[in-house]
């Protein structure tokens, strides 16, 4: 779907759902980025982002990191 439509904001904000169950937190927080800056009132992905960013905080003060 992004690769057909590249402002399709949905489809940003579910390979970052797919890419953060993944353990790919990085890049899901990238994919969310992208899905605000095509569509910058977009609660879902703003939350989303918000939660990506906060376990790759916590994932990096975990003990044994």
């Known amino acids: 779907a992004i690769e057909l ?3 399709y ?3 940003h904000n579910n390979l970052g759902i797919a890419l953060g ?3 790919r937190l990085d890049e899901a927080i990238e994919t969310f ?3 605000l800056s095509v569509r910058p ?3 879902q992905a703003r939350q989303n982002l918000a939660a990506a960013r906060q376990l790759r905080q ?3 003060s ?3 990191r």
């Open 21 to 23: 169950s993944l353990g």
């Open 33 to 35: 980025e992208r899905a």
């Open 41 to 43: 009132d977009f609660p």
């Open 62 to 64: 975990a003990p044994g």
């Open 58 to 60: 916590q994932m990096a």
């Open 5 to 7: 439509d590249p402002t």
């Open 9 to 11: 904001a949905m489809a």
